[in-house]
C-alpha cells in the first residue's frame, strides 16, 4: 500500500518536474550580444597544449588519483569512486556532498533522482550539463547515504580543491547543507546561507570565488513544495544575472 502511494508520489513529482523546470522559455542569446558564451559548450577535446587542453589533463590526472585513493575507509566499501566530470573551463561548478548508490554503481555525479532534477534545473538554465562541471565533496559513497565524517571530508576535500583550482569557475553552486558549510566553513543552517553569493578563497593572490548555496536537489525532492523549487530558482537566477547570462522566463507551456 505504502509502496503504492510512494508511486503515484513520484510520478506527480515527475510531472510537476516537467512544468516547474521545462517550461522556461529561453530568450534567445543573440537578443545579448554583449554576453559571454558558455566556456564548455563543444563536445570536442580540446587540443593539447591550450589552456582548456591542460585543464582536462589535470583533471584526468585528478580523477586518476582518485579511482586508486584509499586514504580513508570508504576506499574499501565504494563499488567506483566518483571524481566527477564536465567541462574543464566551465564558468559553473556545481557542488554536492557525496555519491548516493547510482553514482556508486556508475561512478559518474548525480546520475539517480536527484540528478535527474538537477540537470532539470540546469537545463531550466538554457545550460546543457556538458557547459558546467558536477562534483562532491566526498567522492566516494557512505555506506547506507550516512553523512561525510569529518576526517573523511579532511582526507578527500583536497581533491575537490585542485577540480576548482584547475577549472577557476566564476561561480561555484553549493547543493545543500554539507556542501555549502564545508566550502564556507560555517556552521549556519542552509536556509540562512542560500539566497546570496558568498566567496570561496582560493587561497593568497587568488581572486576568491563566488559561491552561492542552494537547497540540494535530494531535498527539494523531499520538500516538493512551490516555495522550495521557488527559491532554487531564484537562486539559479542570480547566478545567471551574476554571469551575464541570458534569463529564461517561464512559459506558458
Ligand atoms: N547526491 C550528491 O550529493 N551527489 C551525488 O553525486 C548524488 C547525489
Redesign the pocket.
Known sequence: MSRQVDTEKVVRQHLDMEGFFAGYVIRSAKSHPSVEPLRGESNEKPPSGSKAGNAAEDLEAIAGEVRQCCKCGLGSTRTHA?PGEGSPTARIMFV?????A??DAQG?????R??QL?DKIIAACGLKREDVF????LKCRPPG?RDPREEEIFNCLPYLQRQIETIGPEVIIA??A??ARTLLETDKPIGQLRGHFHEYSVGIGRPPIKLMATY???YILRNYTPETRGRVWEDMKKVLVELGLPVPERGKG
Open positions: 566518483v554536492g556532498e557525496a555519491p548516493g547510482d553514482e559518474r555525479p548525480f546520475v539517480g536527484a540528478g538537477l558536477i562534483g562532491n565533496i547515504n547543493l545543500g554539507h556542501a540540494h536537489p535530494a
